[in-house]
T-cell receptor
């Protein structure tokens, strides 16, 4: 069964450093998302991506964040200058086009900012 | 704006007993509702969804959910709980605007005792 994959599973970084979180969505999916979950809190939407551009972003997704689909398979989230409060689990998700299709989530990357 | 509420932080049930995890929603149009489960240190796994049609939706691992429009509820149920069902359960509603991001509830921890 196809699945969304994410690397790395855990990333530790120093405050102010740049990090890139990588995702490989399911191959025939066209809509891509990033969510985050701060420890003990609910899952929050960050950004959606379709047709090689951001389609929607939350207020969390400020200028420090960017997303890219550099080739036909990878989907990346970059944080330019990490802050302590960026420490969270980051989930990538993808879905088929059309109404009502569920999103499939990757296993997540745990980001720890020291 | 769309929202879901999960009124219980934790639900405790004995193995073999039926379980219910509650969710209520608020949408302005037709609701597209989802249940996901999160096991420790894992991603979100899709369980089931309601788009339209029968109010009783069947999903993975023997779970089902009952859509009730008059009560704006979408409770998750299982006739006979297993210890392995112990996990964090999230109800979500599809955003009606934009590109269908999911809006999650705060999650309910299900603890099934032997």
């Amino acid at each position: 069964e196809p699945e969304v994959t994410q690397t790395p599973s855990h990333q530790v970084t120093q405050m102010g450093q740049e990090v890139i979180l990588r995702c490989v969505p399911i191959s025939n999916h066209l809509y891509f998302y990033w969510y985050r979950q701060i420890l003990g809190q609910k899952v929050e939407f960050l950004v959606s991506f379709y047709n090689n551009e951001i389609s929607e972003k939350s207020e969390i997704f400020d200028d420090q964040f960017s997303v890219e689909r550099p080739d036909g398979s990878n989907f990346t989230l970059k944080i330019r200058s990490t802050k302590l409060e960026d420490s969270a689990m980051y989930f990538c998700a993808s879905r088929l086009p059309g109404q009502g299709h569920e999103q499939f989530f990757g296993p997540g990357t745990r980001l720890t900012v020291l | 704006a769309q929202s879901v509420a999960q009124p219980e932080d934790q639900v405790n049930v004995a193995e073999g007993n039926p379980l219910t995890v509650k969710c209520t929603y608020s949408v302005s149009g037709n609701p597209y509702l989802f249940w996901y489960v999160q096991y420790p240190n894992r991603g979100l796994q899709f369980l089931l969804k309601y788009i339209t049609g029968d109010n009783l939706v069947k999903g993975s691992y023997g779970f089902e959910a009952e859509f009730n429009k008059s009560q704006t509820s979408f409770h998750l149920k299982k006739p006979s709980a297993l210890v392995s069902d112990s996990a964090l359960y999230f109800c979500a509603v599809r955003d009606e605007t934009g590109f269908q991001k999911l809006v999650f509830g705060t999650g309910t921890r299900l603890l099934v005792s032997p």
